[in-house]
C-alpha cells in the first residue's frame, strides 16, 4: 500500500466521569501518541483503558478535557463522521453475519460512499494483504476461522485508510499459536503501512511484543508509567508498574534484544588437518571462555565441537565426536537463543552470520551474567527494535 | 352458538344454505352419518369462492395491519427499553380476551362487518408479532452492533441495515404463527357477519352435515399451510448467510 497516512493522537487531560459514578473511569488522561506508532494501553480489568481507547473515537463521550487527532478535536466532529475515519477492532471481532467477507471489508468505504467496482478492488487488495485466499471474498463470516474473522476485522478496519486504528485486545480471544500467528502479521502489516494504532491488552507480553510505546494504567484510569518497552522493563516507574510487569521482567527484556546486541565469546576455532597441538595452545590462552574448540571448514562454517578424545591425535579430525548442537543467527531474539541453548540441554551455541560464518559463542553463562549486571536495569540498550519473526 | 344473534349475523348465507340442502335433489346428504357427500362437493364447489377471497381479504389486511402496529411498537420499545414491559403486558392482555367476546364487544362502537373482524384480528397478531420483533433485535449479538457504531454506521443505519436483517427470521417466525392462527380465527368473524370461510361451517344445518364443514376446514388448511411456506421461502431467501455450512 503506498499511501501511509497517518496522524497523532493526544490526550489533553481527557477525564471520562460516568453518571452516577463517583469516581471518574478516566482521569485527566494526557499522553501523546506520534504519528505511525503502535500505542499499548495495558492494565487489570477495571483501569480504564478501553474507556480511555474509545473516547477517541467517541464511543465513550468525554466528560472534560479533550483528544487531538493531528491538531483536530475529537469533540468538534460529527461521531458516525468521525469515526469513518477511524479503525476499529475489537476482540469479539463483530463482522457482519450477514454480510459476505467482501461486503464487511466495504463497509466503511461504502457509507464514504466509493462505488462498487472501487469496493470491490479495495477489498481484494486487503484480502491479499491479510493473507486470505481472494476467493474467502464470497464467503460468509461463520465460514470463516477465528483467526481468519479477525484478519478481516483487521482488514475492515484498514479499508477507508484510517488516520489512527483502535484495536481493543483483538487477538484476546484467539487462541495461543494463532494469537502469535495474527500478532506477528499485524507487525509485519504495520511495518508497511505504518498506521498510528491505539492497541488495549491486558496481557503485559503482549504489550511489549505489540508496542513502540506502552502505558501502564491502573483504577481509574491513570497512567504510571509511559515508555518504551525496554525503559519499562529495565527502569520500572513505580511499584505498581513493577508488579505489573512481574519478577521475570529481566526474562522479559530477553524478547526485546537479539544476538547481535549481546558480547560473544570468542571462539576457539580449529580446522581439518591443523595439529592439535596448535589448538591445544589456543584453548590455554588467558581470554579464551570456551573450553572446547569449534571446527570449521574453509569457509568458517561451523562443523562441530572437539572433545578430548578429538584432540588426543595428532592432528585435527575431519569428524567431531560431539553433535554441533544448536547454530545461532546474530539476528535470533535473544528469548528464542536462550529457549534453544536449554532445549539442547548445551551450555554454548556457534552464532553464525547471515552466510553461516562463526562470528562467536553464546552462551547460557553470558546471559546470566547479562541478566545480572547493573547495566541490564539502567543502560538505555539499543535493542528497542521490536523483533520481528 | 346457535343464538338468535349468530343466525341474524350468518343469516343470508346460513339461511340460503340450509334451504338449498333440505331438497331432495342431493342423494348423500340425507344419511347424517355419511361423513363426505362427493356429489354435493362437485355440484356445490362454487359457493366457495366468494368466502375463500373474503377470508384471505381479511386475513391479509388484519396481519398488515397488525404487522405494521406491532413493528412501531417493537421499534418504540427497542429504544426505550422502558417500555418493553408495559407494552408486552398490554399486547399480552389484548391476545386474552376470548375472540367471541371481542367481537361482541367492539360492535357497539364499529357494527357488524368487515371492520370489526380486521380491527380484533389484527390485535390478536400484535403479542406475537411484537414479541418476536423485539427478541429479533435483542438477539443480534453486540459485538456486531459496537464494530457498527465504532465504523461509523448512524444509529439508523445500524437499525435498518444491520439490526433487521439479522432480526429476520425471528421477525417471519412471528409472523408464520400469526398468519396461520389470524387465517383460524378468521372462521369466527361469520358471527359478526363479516363472511370468510366460516360461513360455510356454521348454520344449523351444518350439525348434521360435515361435507360443508370439511371441505371450508381443508380450504382453511391449504391456506394457512401455503402462506407458511410462502413466508418460510422469503425467509430463505431474505436470509442466505443462514444457510451455509459453518466453518
Not at chain 1, 483536530?72 to 463522521?81: C, F, I, K, M, Y
Not at chain 1, 504510571?224 to 521475570?248: H, I
Request: proline share 6%; net charge negative.
Amino acid at each position: 500500500m503506498s499511501d501511509a497516512q497517518a496522524s497523532s493522537v493526544r490526550y489533553d487531560e481527557a477525564t471520562k466521569l460516568y453518571r452516577g459514578s463517583s469516581e471518574p473511569a478516566v482521569d485527566h488522561l494526557s499522553l501523546e501518541v506520534p504519528a505511525g506508532e503502535i500505542c499499548v494501553l495495558v492494565g487489570p480489568s477495571g483501569c480504564g483503558k478501553t474507556t480511555a481507547m474509545r473516547m477517541v473515537n467517541r464511543t465513550v463521550e468525554i466528560s472534560e478535557g479533550d483528544v487531538l487527532i493531528g491538531e483536530h478535536s475529537v469533540r468538534d466532529r460529527e461521531p458516525a463522521q468521525l469515526r469513518r475515519e477511524i479503525g476499529y477492532v475489537i476482540q469479539q471481532v463483530g463482522l457482519f453475519p450477514h454480510r459476505t467477507i467482501t461486503q464487511n471489508i466495504g463497509a466503511v468505504p461504502q457509507l464514504l460512499g466509493w462505488d462498487k467496482d472501487r469496493i470491490r478492488a479495495r477489498s481484494a487488495e486487503l484480502l491479499e494483504l491479510i493473507g486470505l485466499d481472494p476467493e474467502l471474498g464470497d464467503r460468509y463470516p461463520s465460514q470463516l476461522s477465528g483467526g481468519q474473522q479477525q484478519r478481516v476485522g483487521v482488514a475492515r478496519a484498514l479499508a477507508a485508510d484510517p488516520l489512527v486504528m483502535l484495536m481493543d485486545e483483538p487477538f484476546g480471544a484467539i487462541d495461543p499459536i494463532n494469537r502469535e500467528r495474527l500478532q506477528n502479521e499485524f507487525l509485519r502489516l504495520q511495518a508497511e503501512i505504518k498506521k498510528t494504532v491505539l492497541f488495549v491488552t491486558h496481557d503485559i507480553d503482549e504489550a511489549i511484543k505489540m508496542g513502540d510505546r506502552i502505558a501502564v494504567m491502573r483504577e481509574g484510569g491513570r497512567v504510571e508509567q509511559y515508555a518504551t518497552p525496554a525503559e519499562l522493563l529495565m527502569a520500572p516507574a513505580t511499584e505498581f508498574v513493577e508488579d505489573f510487569v512481574g519478577a521475570d521482567r529481566a526474562l522479559k527484556r530477553l524478547a526485546l534484544m537479539r544476538v547481535s546486541d549481546i558480547n560473544l565469546w570468542e571462539a576457539p576455532l580449529a580446522h581439518v588437518g591443523q595439529a592439535t597441538a596448535e589448538v591445544r595452545a589456543k584453548l590455554d590462552a588467558a581470554d579464551v571462555e570456551v573450553p572446547f574448540p569449534l571446527l570449521v571448514d574453509d569457509d568458517r562454517r561451523p562443523l562441530g565441537w572437539l572433545s578430548e578424545r578429538d584432540l588426543g591425535a595428532d592432528v585435527v579430525p575431519g569428524r567431531t565426536d560431539s553433535p554441533l548442537g544448536p547454530v545461532l543467527e546474530l539476528d535470533d531474539v535473544m528469548r528464542d537463543a536462550l529457549a534453544d541453548l536449554l532445549q539442547h540441554e548445551t551450555q554454548y551455541a556457534p552464532v553464525v552470520d547471515h552466510r553461516g560464518r562463526i562470528i562467536g559463542v553464546l552462551s547460557v553463562e553470558i546471559i546470566s551474567e547479562f541478566l545480572a549486571s547493573p547495566e541490564a536495569k539502567t543502560d538505555e540498550h539499543p535493542a528497542v527494535e521490536r523483533p520481528h519473526d | 352458538m346457535t343464538s338468535p344473534l349468530v343466525l341474524a349475523a350468518a343469516g343470508q348465507v346460513g339461511g340460503d344454505f340450509f334451504k338449498e340442502r333440505s331438497s331432495d335433489t342431493l342423494p348423500c346428504q340425507a344419511q347424517s352419518d355419511h361423513l363426505f357427500c362427493l356429489d354435493w362437493a362437485k355440484d356445490n364447489i362454487d359457493r366457495y369462492g366468494t368466502p375463500t377471497v373474503q377470508h384471505l381479504e381479511i386475513v391479509v389486511l388484519s396481519v398488515v395491519i397488525g404487522f405494521v402496529v406491532a413493528f412501531a411498537l417493537a421499534w418504540l420499545a427497542h429504544r426505550r427499553r422502558s417500555l418493553q414491559p408495559p407494552l408486552l403486558a398490554a399486547t399480552g392482555v389484548l391476545y386474552t380476551i376470548p375472540s367471541i367476546a371481542f367481537f361482541f364487544l367492539l360492535l357497539p362502537l364499529t357494527g357488524f362487518g368487515r371492520d370489526t373482524a380486521i380491527i380484533v384480528l389484527a390485535a390478536y397478531t400484535l403479542q406475537i408479532i411484537y414479541r418476536n420483533t423485539i427478541l429479533g433485535l435483542a438477539n443480534v449479538p453486540d459485538a456486531v452492533k459496537d464494530a457498527a457504531r465504532g465504523m461509523g454506521l448512524t444509529e439508523r443505519q445500524i437499525l435498518w441495515r444491520v439490526e433487521l436483517p439479522l432480526a429476520i427470521p425471528e421477525i417471519v417466525a412471528g409472523l408464520r404463527v400469526a398468519v396461520v392462527s389470524t387465517i383460524a380465527i378468521a372462521t369466527l368473524v361469520v358471527f359478526i357477519n363479516a363472511g370468510g370461510l366460516g360461513t360455510q361451517m356454521y348454520g344449523s344445518g351444518n350439525l348434521t352435515f360435515p361435507t360443508s364443514i370439511l371441505i371450508a376446514a381443508a380450504i382453511v388448511m391449504a391456506m394457512a399451510l401455503a402462506f407458511d411456506l410462502v413466508l418460510l421461502t422469503v425467509q430463505r431467501l431474505t436470509t442466505p448467510w443462514r444457510r451455509v455450512r459453518p466453518a
